[in-house]
């Protein structure tokens, strides 16, 4: 039975990370979830495993070095897939620091503490022991050219202090592959959408809005390109990846995805309406009318795009879930899911939005 340790296993690709691999895998696996239950992290996302005796939560900071080396001497960890991080550009415009520890300490805390636990005396590494770094096509920069891709041979060109700290983390997992043959992969992974994403991201955002009747706030023209994949899709692709990919390789995750902000919201707007009854009171405001351009986020990358050759070829992934039915798969679990929405914008979120928001 593989052991697992999943950082960031609360959060949304994380949580989503551990309900594929119990499907996957059942009872074949144990998962040891560290995750420190920032804003961002929330045990109500994962209910459904909660009782199952091959899952453990382990609330700890990934930055607190004691806590994380006593969960390898503990267990036998044979897989790190490590998530936690701070994840949102906006934020770390405001408050960079975070992001620095939390990102960028944090992973060499992991990193540390794998290795203390999986080197052999002679410098070597226990077999089978992998670690997974989870990073993101944002350190590759801005495209500017329509017809450019982000390769995994793309040179790192971050803006914000959000990708700097990412990629700050993956030259970290480099440095212990490079110096110490330490076993990891890195993924580069484009915009996720899906269940359990935190409403500070585009997609959970508009849809809450929208159903609130509120402005749906978009930044600048409303034409910078985010390529979008369902959450699962890159779920499967860190399984392959750590199971078939070559060790020391990164591997980009994308599913060629390009869309213009405004489309996406429009897109919303025109789903939102499709699955509303109408005799629903909500449905006679989400009109496109809620659009509200507002001023540009500082620093604004223009496109992002993944070149996914390398990850199709070397490992056979594919992604299943097109936008248009994994955006409709999203709103549906919104809609069925308004509780959820309503526990992670009770409290501070309140605050959040109108700090960031107000003089939008
Ligand atoms: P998220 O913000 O939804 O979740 C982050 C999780 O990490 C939360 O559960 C939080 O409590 C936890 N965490 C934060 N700081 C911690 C700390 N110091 N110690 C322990 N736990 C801590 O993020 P997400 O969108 O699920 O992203 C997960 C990972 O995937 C991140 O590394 C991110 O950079 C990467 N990524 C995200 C996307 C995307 O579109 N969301 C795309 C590519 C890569
Ligand atoms: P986001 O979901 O924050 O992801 P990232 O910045 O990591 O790509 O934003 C996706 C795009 O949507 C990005 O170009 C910024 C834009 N955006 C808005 O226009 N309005 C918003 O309120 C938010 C949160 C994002």
Known sequence: MRTYVVTGGAGFIGSNYIHYMFKKYGDEIRIINVDKLTYAGNLENLKDV???????????????????????????????????????????????GVFARTNVLGTLTMLAAAKAAWELPDGTFKEEKKF???????????????????????PYDPHSPYSASKASSDFMVKAFMDTYRFPANI?????????YQFPEKLIPLMINNALHGKALPVYGDGKNIRDWLYVEDHCKGIDLVQEK???????NIGGHNERENIQI????????????????????????????????????????????????????????????????????????????????????????????????
């Open 265 to 360: 919201v429009k897109t919303i707007i025109s789903t939102l309406r499709e699955e509303l009854s109408d005799s629903d009171p909500r449905k006679e405001h989400i009109t496109e009318d809620l659009i509200k351009y507002v001023e540009d986020r500082k620093g604004h990358d223009r496109r992002y795009a993944i070149a996914p050759d390398k990850i199709k070829a070397e490992v056979g992934w594919y992604p299943e879930t097109t936008f248009e039915v994994g955006i409709k798969k999203t709103i549906r679990w919104y809609f069925d899911h308004q509780e959820w929405m309503e526990h992670v914008t009770s409290g501070d979120y309140q605050k959040y939005y109108e700090d960031m928001y107000a003089n939008k």
């Open 50 to 96: 909660e009782d199952r005796s091959n899952y453990t939560f382990v609330k700890a900071d990934i930055c607190d070095t004691e806590a994380i080396n006593k969960i390898f001497e503990e267990n036998d960890v044979d897989r790190v897939v490590h998530f936690a991080a701070e994840s949102h550009v906006d934020r770390s415009i405001k408050d960079p």
């Open 187 to 195: 993924t580069n992974c484009s915009n996720n959408y899906g269940p």
């Open 132 to 154: 997974l770094h989870v990073s993101t096509d944002e350190v590759y920069g801005s495209l500017s050219n329509p017809d450019d891709y982000f390769y995994e041979t793309t």
């Open 245 to 251: 990919g070559r060790l020391f390789e990164t591997y």
